[in-house]
């Protein structure tokens, strides 16, 4: 199994709160990646990243913010917690291109109250 | 812009019994499709993908899919299933490119019964 690990597990919070969520990786991968994963949706990318201090939005990217600041940790920031956000996060590594497979955690299950 | 759909939420079958799960795509451009597995309380796995070459993609567990470009399709199929293989499927695609941003269907519940 790849080297992913997703903290916490599982969180409970209040509306308003902030929140962060953190990946980590031990297989040096260049990008990573979040989703969260809703009934009927699938998995929706909200925002990923190529490189240290190299992130980009992806389809649902309102409401959250990421950083990177070492190959092996990508973070993801609910400034302000909504209902609508509470979901399960996915992050996700791969060594780059769009052939390259990705890898997936164990998932963080978010409530937000 | 590019959509993914799976034509069933749920499907139900037998133990050993064949399964094919329905994926449709659009695109304009040259895609690559994937299958990935999620077991109950997990994250997702690859299943197999298509990149190129012969249409039709051998994967793990004993999947195989087929890429029908003018139907823009890739089916899943198993053609014997087991009780292990109950979890949810999803077919995602992505473009060329090097951001390898996937656009993931809704994913099918398969449901399998002894």
């Known amino acids: 199994d790849a080297g992913i690990t997703q903290s916490p597990r599982h969180k409970v919070t209040e509306t308003g709160t902030p929140v962060t969520l953190r990946c980590h990786q031990t297989?040096?991968?260049?990008?990573m990646y979040w989703y969260r994963q809703d009934p009927g949706h699938g998995l929706r990318l909200i925002h990923y990243?190529?490189?240290?201090?190299?992130?980009d939005k992806g389809e649902v990217s309102d409401g959250y913010s990421v950083s990177r600041s070492k190959t092996e940790d990508f973070l993801l920031t609910l400034e302000s917690a909504t209902s609508s956000q509470t979901s399960v996060y996915f992050c996700?590594?791969?060594?780059?291109?769009?052939?390259?497979?990705?890898?997936f955690g164990p998932g963080t299950r978010l409530t937000v109250l | 812009a590019q959509s993914v759909t799976q034509l069933d939420s749920q499907v139900p079958v037998f133990e050993e019994a064949p399964v094919e799960l329905r994926c449709n795509y659009s695109s304009s451009v040259s895609v690559y499709l994937f299958w990935y597995v999620q077991y109950p309380n997990q994250g997702l796995q690859l299943l197999l993908k298509?990149?190129?070459?012969?249409?039709l993609v051998k994967g793990i567990n004993g999947f195989e899919a087929e890429f029908n470009k003018s139907q823009t399709s890739f089916h899943l199929r198993k053609p014997s299933v087991h009780i292990s293989d109950t979890a949810e499927y999803f077919c995602a695609v992505t473009k060329g490119g090097n951001t390898g941003k996937l656009i993931f269907g809704q994913g099918t519940t398969l449901q399998v019964k002894p």
């Open positions: 996700a590594i791969s060594e780059g291109s769009s052939t390259d497979t990705q890898y």
């Open positions: 990243s190529y490189g240290v201090k190299d992130t």
């Open positions: 298509y990149l190129s070459g012969s249409t």
């Open positions: 297989e040096n991968h260049r990008y």
